[in-house]
């Protein structure tokens, strides 16, 4: 959390894998209490791990983009939804030894309890494919429309979603503030 924030989509290529924390700063009303214009309290953290990993590769690509393109999946999610701009984001993001990705992810999610994390969840989903379309669009879809194969889920309520959202953000609640 100590490195100086950029913003998104990431100016630069760069290998590795790690964790990373997404910050909002917009006009997007429900947001205002979780706007971190300074970069301290993400709205979501992630992690990207080598290609592979998943399986128990045994020697990881260490140099393969994996942080960087996760983030730039991520930029492309912002820019797909019809009512955020990517340019209301900020990032943070530290390469990591392969080892310790998972456990610097859950600490921070812990510590932080980002709100697409634990409240609105989906935002770091990817298409489902074929086979799950009978399942139900995540809440970050449902608020955040525009990403094309969540339209093909089962819908949820947006009303529903708004008030996870006004419980989440209720003053005295929200999780994660020091």
């Known amino acids: ?9 990431l100016a630069e290529r760069f290998g590795g894998s790690g964790v990373y924390a997404l910050f909002y700063d917009g006009d997007y009303e429900p947001y205002a209490p979780l706007c971190s214009s300074d970069a301290t309290h993400p709205i979501y953290v992630g992690k ?7 399986k128990g590769a045994v020697a990881p690509d260490e140099l393969a983009p994996a942080l960087h393109g996760r983030i730039q999946e991520h930029a ?19 390469v990591v030894v392969p080892l310790w990705i998972t456990m610097a992810e859950r600490f921070l999610i812990e510590r ?3 709100c697409w994390n634990v ?11 074929k086979g799950r379309l009978g399942a139900l669009r995540p809440w970050w879809d449902t608020l955040h429309p525009g ?11 947006q009303a529903e979603a708004r008030a996870r959202l006004r419980a989440f953000t209720a003053p005295g609640t929200t999780p994660g503030t020091p």
């Open 48 to 54: 990207a791990v080598p290609p592979g990993a998943r």
């Open 1 to 9: 959390m100590g490195r100086t924030p950029g913003s998104l989509p």
């Open 76 to 94: 492309n999610s912002l820019e797909a939804a019809g009512n955020l701009s990517v340019a209301d984001f900020a990032c943070r993001y530290l």
């Open 112 to 114: 932080y309890q980002p």
């Open 147 to 157: 990403r094309p194969w969540a339209a093909r889920l089962q819908p949820r309520d």
């Open 119 to 129: 409240c609105i969840e989906g935002f770091g989903l990817h298409d489902p494919g």
